[in-house]
């Protein structure tokens, strides 16, 4: 069913300290905010937190598990609000639902909503997909 | 402090960037993505950091990137960028204005395959005080 006010199913992934690691290895952003706490807690942060591009392709996969893949997604936008916090040894929550807020055509808008810790982390979240 | 004159300015790689399938790879299988025969939407972030980071250190320019914070971030994907692309990137300064002594700097980034447009993307970035 594809109308506006659909929901889709919530999803919850998992981060921790080594997925910041491989986030970090596959796209290049070794910022020791992401991987070494006293450096983190040496700049005024709580912990090791989340690359926010790494909060983002996390929610770009929700979005294309439902869509139908990666080339389903016409736009894609975030602002980061909140940092996913990642301390030492846990694994951390994102959850993640959306909603359809404009169907124009075969593209479909979706506004997204992504927390971590009950907080909400994302905000103007929303993708425009064609869906396959 | 970013110098004045440089908002408005477009900033042309110098290089082309070829895409290798090991990063796309390496990109999905942080995401759990399974189809590596495209890669996934903000996969092309790396580029366009790494260009803007060259850009807004440069010593005319003047942005103290050690304590930069990715504000925002939007992609309009026009096509898949896949294995074996070479792109041709181009980074422009939109914006800039300081706030609460905070610098927030909005910089676009163009990819393009030939002469085709492959992504836009859009990222606001600040310099805390």
Known sequence: MIAVGTELP????????????????ASGDQNPIHQNEEFALS????NVIAHGMLTMALVGKYVTNWSGGSASVKEFGARFIKPVIVPA???????????????????????????????????????????? | ????????????????????????????????????????????????????????????????????????????????????????CSATIESYRVAAGNEIVSVRSDLHRSEELVISSWSTLVVRA
């Open chain 1, 10 to 25: 919530e999803e919850i992934v998992y981060l921790d300290r080594a997925l910041l690691k491989a986030y970090a290895d």
């Open chain 1, 89 to 132: 040894g846990e694994r951390v929550d994102l959850t993640i639902n959306g909603t359809i807020t404009e169907v124009n055509g075969d593209q479909i808008k979706i506004e997204l909503v992504a927390t971590s810790a009950g907080v909400k982390v994302l905000g103007m979240a929303k993708a425009v997909v064609i869906k396959k």
């Open chain 2, 1 to 88: 402090m970013l110098a004045p004159d440089s908002v408005g300015r477009t900033f042309a790689g110098a290089d082309s960037i070829t895409i290798s399938q090991s990063e796309i790879d390496a990109f999905a299988a942080v995401i759990g993505e399974t189809d590596t025969s495209i890669a996934p939407p903000t996969f092309t972030i790396r580029i366009s950091l790494d260009q803007f980071q060259s850009i807004l250190t440069k010593p005319e320019i003047g942005l103290d990137w050690s304590r930069l914070v990715h504000g925002d971030q939007k992609f309009e994907i026009f096509a898949p960028v896949k294995a074996g692309d070479n792109l041709r």
């Open chain 1, 43 to 46: 700049v005024g942060l709580p």
